[in-house]
């Protein structure tokens, strides 16, 4: 077993000890199978939730109705389900009231995908009724049981189907396809939250280039937020150069830069997501248009260095202005200053340079014109030559 598992045996061995049942589940044991670098463990037993609290330190009851416990164990964070089925789903969020059951073969069969529904114990043996490691060597995406029944249950499975193909780059099975295919509308049942999670985990995976290809046909995108009202926005998409993105900020960028009609104000608020995202897309689609009328460096200076990865990514994927990716960094590299602070003079020296003038909003003006000046190499960045700028151009204005 990997160091994961092995660091987080303690924690199934707690369990066992005391007579429960405890094995590995999800995408952790998924991933092992794959020999692919392992995310979070999750944690399977028979124990309650309340026994599970009794038994460790550090426990935080975070989905504690639907059994879920996260313990933390020597500083990792582990989700520990106890064995349950789910009951009916009537509101499409959850399902109306859990069932605990006794076995583990039985909590694998609420599972979504039978990549998903394998369970690991301690030994590292496998516990796999639904061919899951079959699968997985296959690289087929498929239901546990009937697709039709499982997406009608919970519409969020044919998403996390989508966002699967892009992360590992399997195939869904054609019944399963089928399935998404007929049940894609019940997508409008859930909550826009979700579908961002899980669109954003598709946006950020190895295989996105073909995986828009699925999702085109897969029918989700009439019932997601915007392409159900821009049907060829996600058509054309086909045509970019998709790389694995770092969020849906700069999907949002990269939409709205390829359509021409959209802001990012109506991804953002249809798409419920937080003004940080917003802001950031934005930055990032104010930069785009700016390329055309100011120089490099004033542009690149605005970015900052963190976001000039997103804003090259966002041109490569756009597939123009592709000369200008390999001299943003070059540019990035030879900018005289990097923030307002890396100034030479501050708001007090221009102040004190007109000692007859209130102080007021035009301090500020001098320093931002300085500023862009300087970024732009028209002006030194020393405060002689910019004492003697500022005073020559404050005259100018001033007759
Ligand atoms: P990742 O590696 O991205 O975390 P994951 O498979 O672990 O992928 P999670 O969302 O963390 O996905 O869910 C953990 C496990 O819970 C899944 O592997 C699956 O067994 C089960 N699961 C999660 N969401 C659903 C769902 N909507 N319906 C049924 N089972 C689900
Ligand atoms: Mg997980």
Redesign the pocket.
């Known amino acids: 077993l990997e160091k994961p598992f092995l660091e987080a045996l303690p924690v199934l061995f707690i369990l066992m000890k005391q007579g429960y049942e405890a094995y590995f589940?999800?995408?952790s044991v998924?991933?092992h199978i794959m020999g692919r670098e392992i995310?979070?463990i999750?944690i399977a037993t028979s124990a309650r939730p309340e026994q599970v609290q009794a038994l460790f330190e550090k426990v935080i009851p975070i989905g504690i109705d639907h059994g879920t416990v996260v313990v933390n164990y020597e500083g990792t964070s582990y989700e520990v389900t106890t064995y349950r089925v789910d009951g009916e789903y009537n509101d499409f969020r959850h399902p109306d009231e859990v069932k605990y059951v006794a076995t583990i073969e039985e909590d694998l069969s609420?599972?979504?995908f039978t990549m998903?529904?394998i369970a690991m114990s301690y030994k590292g043996e496998l516990v796999d009724p639904y061919g899951g490691k079959e699968s997985i060597i296959n690289r087929s995406i498929e239901t546990v049981r009937d697709a039709a029944e499982r997406f009608q249950e919970?519409p969020?499975?044919m998403m996390?189907a989508l966002r699967f193909t892009s992360?590992l780059g399997f195939t869904i099975s054609s019944s399963t396809f089928q399935a998404v295919q007929d049940y894609a509308y019940l997508l409008d049942k859930i909550a826009v939250e979700r579908i961002a999670i899980e669109f954003e985990?598709f946006l950020m995976g190895d295989w996105v280039q073909s995986s828009f290809e699925h999702l085109i046909t897969s029918n989700l995108p009439q019932f997601m937020p915007v392409f159900s009202t821009h049907h060829d926005l996600m058509a054309k998409s086909t045509e970019l150069s998709w790389e694995p993105l770092n969020g849906l900020e700069e999907a949002f960028a990269i939409f709205v830069l390829s359509s021409h009609e959209l802001s990012v104000t109506s991804f953002s608020e249809q798409w419920k997501c937080s003004k940080k995202l917003k802001k950031e897309s934005e930055v990032l689609v104010k930069a785009y248009n700016l390329l055309r009328t100011e120089p490099l460096k004033w542009v690149v200076y605005q970015l900052g260095e963190e976001r000039l990865i997103s804003f090259k990514r966002i041109l490569s994927i756009l597939g123009d202005q592709e000369d200008q990716v390999e001299t943003l960094r070059q540019t990035l590299l030879g900018l005289p200053i990097y923030s307002k602070s890396g100034l030479s003079i501050s708001g007090n020296d221009i102040k004190n340079w007109f000692p007859d003038q209130k102080p007021g909003p035009w301090i500020k003006e001098h320093m931002d014109k300085v500023e862009r000046a300087v970024v732009i190499g028209h002006l030194k960045n020393e405060k002689e030559a910019i004492e003697m700028w500022v005073k020559q151009w404050n005259q100018q204005e001033g007759s």
Do not use: I, P, S, Y
């Open positions: 589940v999800g995408g998924r991933d995310g979070d999750d609420r599972r979504d998903n529904a919970d969020l499975r996390r992360q985990k």
